[in-house]
C-alpha cells in the first residue's frame, strides 16, 4: 500500500472556493481509480493548512492518479488558491 | 471523519522490533475498534521515521483508541524503540 500526505496552505478566505474544487476532484477520483482507497480532505485546526490523505493499492496507481485528465485539469484551480508550496510526502505500507 | 498522522523516530537496528511490537498492536486495534477505519504503519523512504495513518469515525472513538487497554499495555515497549519525540497530528475532515 502507498500512503500519501499532502499539506496545502490555502490563502486566507479562499477556503470555500478550494473546498468547492477539491471536492469536484475528490468525486472524479473515487468514481474512476480502483486502485485509490483513500482521497480525504482535512484541516488542521488552528491553521491555514489542508491535508490530504490518500491511499493507493501500488505506485502504479499513484503514478495513474497523476495522470489522469481530471486531475490535470484541475491543479491551474487548485494552485492558483494556493498560499505556498504545498508538501507532499509519500509512503510505503510495512 | 477523524485523520490522525503519527511520525515515529524508531532507533537504528530496533526496526524490526518496533515493527513486530507494532503489527500486533495494530492487529487488536483492527479487531476491537469499529470506530478505526484505518491504522496502518509506513515507512518514508530514506528516514528512520514510521508514519502511522489513523481514520476514525470521529472524536469518541479516537478518544476511546487511547484508553483501551491493549493500547495502554503497547506504549511502554514502542516507546522504548523510539529515537526521538513521536510528532502526532488531528485533522478534522471537510
Chains 1, 2 share one sequence.
Not at 474544487?21 to 468514481?31: D, H, I, Y
Not at 495513474?64 to 509519500?90: M, N
Amino acid at each position: 500500500m502507498i500512503g500519501v500526505t499532502a499539506r496545502l496552505p490555502v490563502q486566507a478566505g479562499k477556503e470555500a472556493e478550494f473546498e468547492a474544487v477539491f471536492g469536484a476532484l475528490a468525486e472524479k477520483v473515487n468514481a474512476n481509480e480502483a486502485g485509490c482507497h483513500l482521497y480525504e480532505l482535512y484541516r488542521t485546526p488552528g491553521t491555514p493548512d489542508y491535508i490530504v490523505l490518500e491511499r493507493y493499492a501500488d505506485r502504479a496507481a499513484l503514478d495513474a492518479h497523476g495522470k489522469t485528465d481530471y486531475f490535470l485539469a484541475a491543479q491551474p484551480a487548485l494552485g492558483g488558491l494556493l498560499a505556498g508550496v504545498p508538501k507532499i510526502e509519500v509512503f510505503e505500507s510495512v
